[in-house]
């Protein structure tokens, strides 16, 4: 085999792998989590199920893979947040999270799928996501809001919990409930901003106190 044709076999390789991903993806989405079947996904591909076997070792890898790629965290960078955070004690730095994991989880839908699947089924690469969000959040509480914060730091964090719980949960329920909440329609631009208003006010009233 001349180089030329491993290159060509490498590409062709990395090309399926990629449309296996977004038939994961695009099952997710359309029919949820419980139709994520090997023939299903292989058929959303347009390629032979054998190769999830070649490239992933099966489809309970090819899926772990899937959602270790889908992850808000995953595009947070903890020490270039940590040269702006120490600023201020972290105040903007809160704000700027919420809001674009509230954008995130809005836009994902099949990030959403996976939350829903998250809350339903105990599989180790879900919870996966919730260590890395936990570790690179002890990070960043560790080395500037609870510095900043000192013996009231719980506090702090107790907010932030609040803060992205509702966060996540306000735009499943737009999904797939209604849209709206507390009479804010969740739909709308203007419903949204007021969304982040209030929980930039809320960061606001605690690092005031």
Known sequence: MTEKTGRTRE?????????????????????GYSALKVN??????????KLIYNYFGGTEQLLDE????????NNIEPNKVLEVASNDGGKQMGKQLLAEQYDFVQKNKEFQKLMLWQLSEDRDSLGNIVEKQEEVGEVLFKNVSDIHFGDKATDYRALMAILVSGAYYLNLYAEHNG?????????????????????NAAIDKIYEK
């Open 179 to 199: 849209r709206h909440f507390c009479g804010i329609d969740l739909h709308s631009e203007e419903g949204r901003q007021q969304i982040k208003d209030a929980m």
């Open 66 to 73: 899937y959602i270790n790629s889908q992850y808000f965290w």
């Open 40 to 49: 299903d996904i292989a058929a959303t591909a347009g390629l032979d199920k």
């Open 11 to 31: 590409r062709n390789k990395e090309k399926s792998k990629e449309e296996l991903l977004q038939a994961v993806g695009t099952i997710l989405k359309e029919k």
